[in-house]
């Protein structure tokens, strides 16, 4: 295997295993505000931002690994 | 059988009778169906995708790059928002003035639910991120963003076709180059959206990071320093460790916040435009219109989030850490 399939392999690797944390946690996120909407439908706006707000937060782990596997794959 | 060859009958006559009552809508669905077809039978070449920014003169200055000249139409379409708006103001707002004033009221209802009373300090910034984010993300999805450009010289090592692809070989991986990488010109866009610029994104960071350190010392004092440096902190032996330890933690978790600010906006933003370039190569027609619509959706949600965290920084930095300062948020 030569340093370019390599490079190819490692992008992919970066960015996919990235993905299952971050997205488990979305996941989390989600279900447990979607929840607490049903519970209290007055509150939806709050727990709206407060979702976006966590999503951000779980997502930012992802972005790093793709940044990464971008900068593995052009840099 | 028979009730086949009636079901089709029926069809037809249906599909006839609806092109007799309905001429301009049929000829639009029939040439929808021809360009689907046409654009999965015409082979494109593939896109190039560069991480960074290009400078749009080939002999010119490296730094005139195709996002700062982008950077510049989105401020320009600001200014002549702000202009129109304020042209002719009137106490009962109508037409663009309340377009405008509503998305006002929004963002500093936005400050005002995080900061409380220290909006009004945080709103000019908040919001003038927000609404440069919000075109600058947009400006993604405009066509010709992207694909109109100019033709240079490309320089070899340098150009990324996504049409790279593993092979094996002879019991080994390998990288085959597609035929379209031979070509020695390549496409630089004369447009390209801000924030798939490393450097935007990194400047926005820092400058709202610097903003925070500031007004965390403007609450506080010298003693805003003694959350990174905790010299009066009690303890002995273990305890100490500790808070050596904390020190170590927050020095990190400040400028990692710097990271993850420029790197969220970048990688989504970039990811964005990739995704539509690769599906309009892929498939030309119809096909990348719903992730037109995500990306219309990814841009807002990430000028928000932009916004709603540097308020939220801005809020913690004032706030009182260690119940020492209770009073912290109201003090300019």
């Not at chain 1, 447990?32 to 976006?52: C, D, F, H, S, Y």
């Not at chain 2, 029939?30 to 190039?48: G, M």
């Not at chain 2, 991480?51 to 200014?79: A, C, K, Q, R």
């Amino acid at each position: 295997m030569d340093l370019a399939s390599a490079r190819q392999i490692a992008a992919a690797l970066a960015v996919g295993l990235g993905a299952i944390g971050p997205g488990i946690g979305i996941g989390l996120i989600g279900s447990k505000a979607l929840e607490a909407i049903g519970r209290n439908p007055e509150v939806t706006g709050i727990i709206q931002t407060n979702m976006i707000l966590g999503i951000a937060f779980a997502e930012s782990v992802f972005i790093i690994s793709l940044v990464i596997s971008l900068l593995v794959k052009f840099v | 059988m028979e009730s086949t060859k009636n079901y089709l009958n029926n069809l037809y006559a249906r599909a006839q009778a609806y092109v007799r009552s309905h001429p301009r809508q049929s000829t639009i669905i029939a040439s929808v169906v021809v360009l689907l077809l046409l654009s999965l039978v015409i082979r494109v070449p593939q896109p190039h995708v560069s991480l960074s920014s290009e400078p749009l003169l080939e002999n010119g200055p490296y730094w005139f790059t195709n996002t700062l000249l982008t950077t510049f139409v989105v401020d320009l379409i600001l200014l002549l928002l702000v202009w129109f708006t304020t042209r002719n103001m009137s106490l009962i707002p109508s037409g663009l003035q309340n377009v405008v004033e509503a998305i006002l009221e929004f963002l500093y209802n936005l400050a005002e639910s995080i900061a409380g009373k220290a909006a009004s300090v945080y709103f000019p910034w908040s919001a003038s991120i927000f609404l440069f984010l919000l075109i600058c993300n947009w400006t993604d999805v405009i066509p010709g963003v992207g694909s109109i450009g100019i033709i240079h010289t490309a320089h070899p090592g340098e150009v990324h076709m996504l049409s790279d692809q593993l092979a094996m070989a002879g019991g080994k991986l390998m990288l085959v180059k597609a035929a379209a990488a031979a070509d020695e010109k390549e496409l630089v866009p004369l447009f390209r959206p801000p924030s798939t610029d490393l450097n935007l994104t990194f400047a926005l960071a820092i400058s709202t990071m610097v903003l925070v350190q500031y007004y965390g010392v403007k609450a506080f004092g010298a003693s805003y320093f003694n959350k990174f440096f905790p010299w009066k902190a009690k303890g002995e032996g273990f305890m100490k460790g500790i808070n050596g330890f904390v020190i170590v933690l927050e020095l990190i978790s400040e400028l990692s916040r710097i990271l993850t600010f420029a790197f969220r906006l970048f990688g989504n933003i970039f990811a964005g435009e990739v995704v539509l370039a690769t599906l309009a190569f892929l498939v030309t027609f119809l096909v990348p219109i719903p992730f037109y619509g995500l990306e219309v959706m990814v841009g807002v949600i990430q000028a928000f989030v932009f916004t709603m965290l540097s308020l939220i920084f801005f809020t913690m930095a004032t706030m009182g850490h260690g119940g020492e300062h209770p009073e912290g948020a109201e003090q300019h």
